[in-house]
């Protein structure tokens, strides 16, 4: 599989498109597409393969290990610029705000348990 199918199939699985792949990692909206033909920079490399949440070997097909980082990533859920999703796709608005209530009472809960 190519550095480019890796980043596809992995950007799918975390559901983004590679349009907002690469506007996710500051890079240009076509830029991705790109890597069909050629290798990108370094840095870009890194910046894909942060947000997707794997490491650089994993996208160039060095290791079929995600990522070699033991310690979860850490999103807020109350954030409107956070993609949720479940099981790689991505979950629709009406649900992600339902989402957003609950982990709202949750955090309702702990501030009347420290009064």
């Not at 830029?31 to 393969?49: C, E």
């Not at 994993?58 to 949720?84: C, F, M, Q, V, W």
């Amino acid at each position: 599989m190519t550095l480019y199918e890796r980043t596809v199939s992995t950007s799918k699985k975390r559901g983004y498109s590679l349009k907002n792949l690469a506007i996710k990692a500051g890079l240009a909206e076509n830029s991705i597409y790109d890597w069909k033909k050629s290798t990108p920079k370094a840095d870009n490399l890194q910046k894909v393969a942060d947000v997707l949440n794997v490491s650089t070997d994993y996208l160039l097909g060095r290791t079929n290990e995600l990522n070699h980082a033991t310690s979860p990533k850490t999103t807020d859920i109350l954030d409107d610029e956070t993609i949720l999703a479940f099981d790689g796709m991505e979950i629709a608005e009406s649900e992600k705000e339902k989402l957003r209530d609950y982990a709202r009472y949750i955090i309702s809960l702990r501030e009347k348990e420290n009064k």
